[in-house]
């Protein structure tokens, strides 16, 4: 991908990378809960994937991906909560975990290929789902998640007290170019207590405006 005359590279960290892909993700540390803590980043290096996208030499964001049905994952408290959630068979999931990115690439699009890149894997892995959690105040890109049809699922707290957006993808939405259904219903992305009771009553988020409000649209 280009911006502003950039190249941009994606690419699979190998394990000689650990420490350089151990201080991207200490950007999390501040939660109870970074599987990439300590030994962490070995079992997912080991039990799943990490992924950067480089600018030259440059890694200008990361991100990790494991299956929900993995040792490691299984044992987090994480995986409880998102198993009660979704009701899953674990064996069908793929985890897309945190996003981390350089303050001074902020204008790189990350999401838009690490999106794409974790359909791809869940589809060489044989899973039929991604499911991608964000911290409330991180400022995940949602809107370009919604337009490679994830859809905002629910907002939960992962970590103790701290808020996750949900995300899932399923195979059946690999086609992102939908109508908009009749049946929706906007809300402000500050207005944390509607989205939630929007999710816990079956409303699946799709899209975000450009004034920061996103639609949702009852789920099956």
Known sequence: MKTDNRIFTVRRLFRNEIPRAKKCFSYYDFLHYNPTRGEGIMEIMIQGQMWGIFHGDDMVAATWLIPADSPYFRQTTAAWELGDLLEWNAADWLVAGYV?????????????????????QAAKLK???????????INADMGRLFENGYRLTALRGLDK??????????????????????NVKYCPLSDTKQLSMLCEHGWLGTTLDKDNNILFTKGS
């Open 127 to 137: 899973k039929a789902r991604v499911v991608h959690c964000s911290p409330r105040h």
């Open 100 to 120: 981390w990115q350089s303050e001074e690439y902020s204008d790189c699009p990350v999401y838009q290929r690490f999106a794409r890149l974790w359909v791809m």
């Open 161 to 182: 007290l701290v808020p996750h957006f949900i995300f899932v993808k399923e195979a059946e939405f690999l086609n992102t170019e939908r109508e908009i259904p009749r």
